[in-house]
């Protein structure tokens, strides 16, 4: 389902053979059930991590021509039903995961 967002994230893997401390899967988001299968079996060895982004002054200047041509489309819009299909996935995601354990 579309959200008009987009999703960045980046993993890490755990060095061959290193067993994660138990807590530790905890401190760190798991994969999500939906990527599970992306990442196959060894879906345990990965790690997200924190990411972050910048804007340069085209990018900015960008955004804001876009901003000014539909910003009445997006004061007249609402979030809850732009990202109802987005929340519906987490909540599926996240009840999944609460079956399965």
Do not use: C
């Amino acid at each position: 389902a579309s959200t008009g967002r987009v999703e960045i994230g980046a993993f890490r893997t755990y060095p061959q053979g290193y067993k994660p401390p138990e807590g530790a899967r905890d401190e760190f988001e798991s994969v999500p059930l939906a990527k599970i299968e992306d990442f196959g079996a060894h879906q345990d060895q990965y790690y997200q991590l924190e990411i972050s982004f910048f804007k340069s002054a085209s990018d900015t200047a960008l955004l804001n021509t876009l901003w000014n041509k539909y910003w009445v489309a997006t004061l007249s819009s609402s979030p809850i039903l732009a990202n109802a299909g987005y929340m519906t996935d987490q909540l599926k995601d996240l009840a999944d995961k609460v079956e399965q354990a």
